[in-house]
């Protein structure tokens, strides 16, 4: 759960949202992951945080716009490590068709 602006948000993923984040990284997000051991470039972060965040209980996503500024604001207060560990658990959990072996 995040709040921002007394407001609760949730990140969420699908296929859908993750061609988009795609497109706007120009990476591939297995590579990505992989290629940094799961530690995103700034960049590719925010956009995460950006196209995957909902208000807790909505069913649209945000404007990335304002994704964009939720995630800097987070980036600063809570730190790197915090917003990266969350992005990387809704990922584990919304798409583990990623994590499969085999």
Same mark, same amino acid.
């Given at each position: 759960m995040i709040t921002y602006g007394g407001k609760n948000y949730v990140l969420k993923y699908n296929m859908k949202r993750i061609e988009l984040i795609e497109g706007v990284t120009n990476m591939p997000t297995l590579a990505d992951l992989q290629r940094t051991r799961g530690l995103l470039s700034l960049a590719s972060l &925010? +956009? !995460? /945080? +950006? !196209?995957?965040? &909902?208000? %807790?209980? =909505? %069913? /649209?996503?945000?404007? @990335? &716009? &304002?994704?964009?500024?939720? +995630?800097? $604001?987070?980036?600063? $207060?809570?730190? !790197? @490590? %915090? /917003?990266? =560990?969350? /992005? *990387?658990? +809704? *990922?584990e959990r919304d798409c583990p068709f990623f994590f499969r072996e085999g």
């Open positions: &925010k +956009a !995460y /945080v +950006a !196209y995957g965040i &909902k208000e %807790d209980g =909505a %069913d /649209v996503f945000l404007n @990335p &716009k &304002k994704g964009m500024e939720i +995630a800097e $604001s987070l980036i600063e $207060s809570n730190g !790197y @490590p %915090d /917003v990266c =560990a969350n /992005v *990387l658990e +809704a *990922l």
